[in-house]
């Protein structure tokens, strides 16, 4: 069976700090074709990659890869809230395919997740419980982070998974690109951020979150006004980093540090490994060829938006 895969940045601010009007309506056509060439695909079943921004994953116990056979969407900056519509069966055979495979990862009978999921099954499906889903969290801001080759593996075990099957599988690998929002650091954060970073922050009272809402919107109106406010986007990396997925030498990504990940593009731009991992799945399937890509630096979304769709070659 042939497999699909669609790759696109995620943010919170989408609505609440938007770019200019011809510049959101183009990256909202570039979602809608996107949309249209998963509705001709027909998927049955999605293989999500994604990351998460202590909403669901925390420093009380932080695993590098996880895989949910439950999932539900917090909700948080009006994202998607709710159940995602997760097959047990296929996520718990997932788990030990992958540990079969020596590629430690943790499971979670009760994962919560934020934007990062219900996004691009909002934005690409209509919504979060519309196709089943096996939901892959791959750890993307807390250190100390796996590494590229680590996520590429993780990636090509659970695509030689979902290939036995013998269903239509969409592959989506969620967020990214460069860039660095005020994310908080557990070495440098004050008692009560701390506390919440160690796993008080799964249920944030409304107001907590309502002011961590705020306080990131005014991050990226502090940004469009001044981009040496926070770490500056790096749309040289970026175009470079989607070069490596669309003529398949994701293995040269091997080579990457982690410094040098967040020395030159952002400490928040390891979410790219969830693309990486992506890719790395779609290729167990066989030759692939780029579809369309589409790239863009929206400092409104304190991002390098990037968008990536690759085919099975017939």
Same mark, same amino acid.
């Given at each position: 069976?042939?497999?699909?895969?669609q790759?696109l940045?995620?943010?919170?601010?989408?609505?609440?700090?938007?770019?200019?009007?011809?510049?959101?309506?183009?990256?909202?056509?570039?979602?809608?074709?996107?949309?249209?060439?998963?509705?001709?695909?027909?998927?049955?079943?999605?293989?999500? %990659?994604?990351?998460?921004?202590?909403?669901?994953f925390?420093?009380?116990?932080?695993?590098?890869?996880?895989?949910?056979?439950?999932?539900?969407?917090?909700?948080?900056f009006g994202?998607?809230?709710?159940?995602?519509?997760?097959?047990?069966?296929?996520?718990?055979?997932?788990?030990?395919?992958?540990?079969?495979?020596?590629?430690?990862?943790?499971?979670?009978?009760?994962?919560?997740?934020?934007?990062?999921?219900a996004?691009?099954?909002? %934005?690409?499906?209509?919504?979060?419980?519309?196709?089943?889903?096996?939901?892959?969290?791959?750890?993307?801001v807390?250190?100390?982070?796996?590494?590229? &080759?680590?996520?590429?593996?993780?990636?090509?075990?659970?695509?030689?998974?979902?290939?036995?099957?013998?269903?239509?599988?969409?592959?989506?690998?969620?967020?990214?690109?460069?860039?660095?929002?005020?994310?908080?650091?557990?070495?440098?954060?004050?008692?009560?951020? &701390?506390?919440?970073?160690?796993?008080?922050?799964?249920?944030?009272?409304?107001?907590e979150?309502?002011?961590?809402?705020?306080?990131?919107?005014?991050?990226?109106?502090?940004?469009v006004?001044?981009?040496?406010?926070?770490?500056p986007?790096?749309l040289e990396?970026?175009?470079?980093?989607?070069?490596q997925l669309i003529?398949?030498?994701?293995?040269?990504?091997d080579?990457?540090?982690?410094?040098?990940?967040?020395?030159?593009?952002? &400490?928040?731009?390891?979410?790219? &490994?969830?693309?990486?991992?992506?890719?790395?799945?779609?290729?167990?399937?066989?030759?692939?060829?780029k579809?369309?890509?589409?790239?863009?630096?929206?400092?409104?979304?304190?991002a390098?938006?990037g968008?990536?769709?690759?085919?099975?070659?017939?």
């Amino acid at each position: 069976m042939p497999a699909l895969l669609q790759c696109l940045s995620h943010t919170p601010l989408v609505g609440l700090v938007d770019p200019d009007k011809p510049i959101l309506d183009e990256i909202n056509g570039v979602i809608a074709e996107a949309r249209k060439e998963i509705e001709a695909f027909d998927p049955e079943l999605v293989l999500l %990659f994604s990351p998460d921004h202590y909403n669901g994953f925390f420093y009380d116990v932080m695993p590098p890869f996880c895989i949910g056979t439950a999932a539900h969407a917090i909700g948080d900056f009006g994202s998607a809230k709710g159940d995602l519509l997760v097959p047990a069966e296929l996520a718990e055979a997932a788990v030990q395919y992958v540990l079969d495979a020596d590629i430690d990862v943790a499971v979670s009978y009760k994962m919560q997740v934020d934007h990062g999921f219900a996004q691009p099954l909002e %934005f690409l499906l209509g919504a979060i419980d519309k196709v089943p889903v096996i939901p892959v969290f791959i750890n993307s801001v807390a250190v100390p982070l796996p590494s590229f &080759k680590r996520a590429r593996l993780l990636g090509a075990a659970l695509g030689r998974y979902v290939a036995t099957l013998n269903k239509r599988v969409l592959i989506i690998g969620s967020g990214g690109l460069s860039h660095q929002p005020p994310v908080p650091e557990l070495m440098t954060a004050n008692e009560l951020v &701390k506390d919440r970073m160690l796993g008080s922050g799964r249920n944030l009272p409304a107001d907590e979150r309502q002011a961590r809402t705020q306080r990131v919107i005014d991050a990226a109106r502090h940004f469009v006004a001044d981009q040496n406010s926070l770490f500056p986007l790096n749309l040289e990396w970026d175009q470079w980093f989607l070069q490596q997925l669309i003529t398949g030498r994701i293995d040269e990504l091997d080579l990457l540090s982690n410094q040098e990940v967040s020395e030159k593009a952002g &400490k928040s731009t390891h979410e790219v &490994k969830n693309w990486v991992a992506a890719t790395a799945a779609m290729a167990t399937f066989g030759d692939y060829q780029k579809k369309s890509s589409y790239y863009r630096p929206v400092p409104e979304w304190i991002a390098g938006y990037g968008a990536l769709t690759l085919t099975s070659v017939e």
